[in-house]
């Protein structure tokens, strides 16, 4: 006998047209189902079987299907029970999550939706049975953080826990925080911690592919189907099956595209360009974006009914400045990083540089706590980082001498051959006269490809961080921007 022949399944709804639909699927697909009407059939049924795997509704005639939960959990805490909700109660299905459930299933929901959590749930207990990596708990008392994250801070410690319980279930989560608070190492946590860390996690960033091959890159295309497919190609979302699809700088995407991924996200199709045929995959969608997403509805920028089939579980990353001592802990982490790899000898922070770090708001968030490090390493030698050491600007900022308020704008490497790009961005920016003719005198005798390299990252530095923020105030596409970063690496390699 299988495990899943063995493992019976409690199914408790109060709807019986749905219940016996339900049933319908999981007998079709090789489980032994039970079926409960309400609470108090569901806690006789449970009691007598014990299973492992319920089925939870949690709006039932005579109690809370919370209350359910609770009684199963004090019986078996190891039990995966995914609860059922209706559309607009989804904070109620969070909070079944933070009780301990499995995953959550939306109505309506399709027999491949319903079948994959319970295979999911299948999968887990296998795992635990044969001693297999569960989901992995974390650390949260140290400064490793978890899963690629850094610090135990507050804010942080609330992450981690929404990361875990969102790992275990299937549901779509729409990452937002500002440009450079770990997007994507959250998406990689959500994937790593989930039943299908087994699959690939595929990233794909929705700012910095030309729009008219994104279509290409997220469904695939048949050879010959346009100028330049010399090749099939397999697109992403197939590339995924099985595992995570991670759509970062979803808002970017362009209107007509947004329909296409509206409609696999209902079906779970996808058709490659120049296909006749779609076909079916399995994937499990993770979206990012720095932008206010619902202002993006609102400015008629992203369409509403994707907004709400992407927006089923939130997560907002805290910005740098709102963590407390984790900058210091993500600088030390960073340092004896870059130390190694530039083959210096630093091994610490001097209390003043630790008060400056602290004290500086970090409106680029940890990417620019890195390109700081990074260019304090490359600049200077000893074994301690000194006050004078960090760039003029973040000492400035830091210690309100420039009556910065709030974040300000992000540093450009102030300390670094980059300096005269910083200022002169900073200065035609926000200078009279006198102050933008200077800015623009200080350049002179930089060649022309040097200065248009400093210009373009003082200005996605200004923008936080973010090319396509940074492409629209330059008027450029993202990916010409991106081609040129990719150049000067490839040029510094």
């Known amino acids: 006998m299988t495990l899943r022949q063995s493992e019976p399944v409690l199914l408790v709804e109060d709807t019986r047209s749905l219940a016996s639909l339900y049933e319908a699927y999981l007998s079709k697909a090789g489980f032994r189902v039970e079926c409960a009407y309400d609470a108090e059939s569901a806690v006789a049924a449970y009691d007598r079987l014990k299973p492992r795997i319920v089925l939870l509704d949690l709006v039932l005639p005579d109690q809370d299907g919370l209350t359910v939960l609770r009684k199963i959990h004090g019986t078996d805490i190891s039990a995966k029970v995914v609860v059922i909700t209706a559309n607009g109660s989804i904070n109620r299905a969070v909070e079944a999550m933070r009780e301990g459930a499995f995953d959550f299933l939306v109505k309506p929901f399709d027999e491949r939706r319903l079948i994959g959590a319970v295979e999911n749930a299948l999968t887990l207990l296998g795992d635990e049975a044969a001693g297999g990596p569960a989901a992995t708990e974390p650390d949260m008392s140290t400064a490793e953080g978890m899963q690629g994250f850094i610090g135990s801070s507050e804010p942080m410690r609330r992450i981690y826990s929404m990361v875990q319980s969102i790992a275990r279930s299937t549901a779509t989560v729409f990452i937002t925080g500002e440009s450079g608070t770990g997007k994507e190492i959250c998406a990689q946590a959500i994937h790593d911690l989930s039943v299908r860390r087994k699959g690939p996690f595929v990233p794909v960033n929705c700012g910095a592919i030309p729009r008219d091959l994104l279509e290409s890159e997220l469904f695939g295309h048949l050879r010959g189907s346009f100028t330049g497919a010399v090749l099939d190609k397999r ?7 099985g595992g995570t699809l991670f759509l970062d700088e979803i808002c970017e995407m362009d209107l007509a595209l947004q329909t296409k991924l509206l409609r696999f996200l209902q079906t779970s199709m996808i058709q490659p360009v120049g296909a006749t045929e779609a076909s079916k995959v399995d994937v499990r969608i993770v979206c990012a974006t720095n932008r206010d997403p619902g202002g993006e509805v609102r400015a008629g920028r992203f369409r509403e009914d994707l907004y709400y089939r992407l927006h089923v579980v939130p997560i907002e990353l805290p910005p740098l400045r709102a963590r407390g001592s984790d900058v210091i802990a993500i ?14 000898d630093f091994k610490r922070l001097s209390p ?13 968030n940890v990417r620019e706590l890195q390109n700081v490090l990074r260019n304090v390493v490359v600049l200077n030698e000893g ?9 003029p600007a973040l000492l400035a900022a830091a210690d309100g001498a420039d009556g910065v308020a709030g974040p300000g704008p992000a540093l450009g490497l102030a300390a670094g051959p980059a300096a005269p790009a910083a200022a002169a961005a900073q200065g035609a920016a926000g200078a009279d006269g006198a102050g933008h003719e200077a800015a623009v005198r200080s350049l002179v005798g930089v060649p022309l490809a040097e200065m248009e390299r400093r210009f373009i990252e003082a200005t996605i530095d200004a923008c936080n961080g973010s090319i396509p923020k940074a492409a629209r105030v330059l008027d450029v596409s993202p990916s010409t921007l991106y081609r040129k970063r990719e150049a000067w690496t490839r040029g510094q390699d």
């Open 331 to 344: 600088a030390e982490v960073l340092l004896a990083k870059f130390s190694e790899e530039e083959e210096r």
């Open 383 to 391: 074994e301690e980082v000194t006050r004078e050491m960090l760039p």
């Open 352 to 364: 003043a540089a630790r008060a400056a770090l602290k004290a500086y708001p970090w409106p680029g």
């Open 235 to 241: 697109g992403a979302a197939a590339v995924a099956d």
